[in-house]
């Protein structure tokens, strides 16, 4: 059974980091791109950030370029969203996702990805 696991979330302040994590389960994880995705109330489901299997390849949307950084352990079978400098436009549910992949793509849309994670929830505050 796979699992997706995202912890991290919180209430912050405008300015303030967060460090997000998702623990992977049930899979193999070396074989899969990983993505965050958010969501905010009233608005669809957008990209945020995406690393290929190897780590090799890192996408960012541009709202969060330069602010954010998308790792992965391979060996944990973990994947993280470092969020610096806040803003709170960043307020949204984030969810980690999961893609197949036979090449070293990165994937970017969520009609790619296999697996959801619950979601963990980022608040900040201006």
């Known amino acids: 059974q796979v699992q997706l696991v995202e912890s991290g979330g919180g209430v912050v302040q405008a300015g303030d980091s967060l460090r997000l994590s998702c623990a992977a389960s049930?899979?193999?994880?070396?074989?899969?791109?990983m993505d965050w995705f958010r969501q905010a109330p009233g608005k669809e489901r957008e990209l945020v950030s995406a690393?290929?299997?190897?780590?090799?390849?890192?996408y960012y949307a541009d709202s969060v370029k330069g602010r954010f950084t998308i790792s992965r352990d391979s060996a944990e079978k973990t994947v993280a969203l470092q969020m610096n400098n806040l803003k709170p436009e960043d307020t949204a549910v984030y969810y980690c996702?999961?893609?197949?992949?036979?090449?070293?793509?990165?994937?970017?849309?969520?009609?790619?990805?296999?697996?959801w994670g619950q979601g963990t929830q980022v608040t900040v505050s201006s």
């Open positions: 996702a999961a893609s197949y992949s036979t090449t070293p793509n990165l994937k970017y849309h969520d009609y790619d990805m296999d697996y």
């Open positions: 690393i290929n299997w190897s780590g090799g390849k890192k």
């Open positions: 049930g899979l193999m994880f070396s074989f899969y791109a």
